[in-house]
């Protein structure tokens, strides 16, 4: 049994990420958009352009809810493309992030709402951009990652 069959398979940090791509981040995403649609909803109708944030960001996260589950599951059943989508989530994720910031300037909010929407961004960013760049950077440096899906690294 050689070094390489030793890393071989979804264990540890592999299979953190997988429970976290299937599970946790869809479900802290779907909690997060009820809570915030709830909190601002009594606020859409003097307020539209709250209600396009909302339908535009929450169109976006579900999409990303969605990529997430099966970026995690093609991890998981260790498919042959599975790295690369994995790694085309996160990129989407990073954009989507940046695509965030730009957002309230887009939907017309008034200033003082932009203001109080962007309030929380520059850290909220900040968390997204390292758990991505820790988790790419795990996809491209583990041994294990290596070992299980070979040729199809990249």
């Known amino acids: 049994m050689g070094i390489g069959n030793d890393y071989r398979g979804v264990k540890g940090w592999l299979l953190f990420l997988c429970v976290n791509l299937t599970m946790l981040d869809p479900m802290g995403g779907f909690i997060n958009l009820m809570v ?62 940046i695509f965030s910031m730009i957002l309230p ?22 968390i997204v951009f390292a758990y991505i760049g820790i988790w790419y950077r795990y996809l491209d440096r583990s041994r294990r990652v290596r070992a299980t899906y070979g040729d199809s690294v990249g």
Not at 39 to 44: A, D, E, I, L, W
């Open 36 to 97: 915030v649609t709830e909190t601002v909803r009594p606020q859409f109708e003097q307020n539209p352009g709250l209600h396009r944030l909302i339908l535009i960001g929450g169109t976006c996260n579900i999409a990303l809810i969605v990529y997430s589950i099966y970026a995690g599951t093609a991890l998981w059943r260790i498919a042959h493309h599975a790295v690369r989508t994995a790694k085309r989530y996160f990129a989407a994720t990073f954009l989507y992030t």
């Open 105 to 126: 300037f887009l939907v017309g909010l008034p200033e003082e709402t932009r203001n109080e929407v962007l309030k929380m961004a520059p850290l909220n960013s900040l």
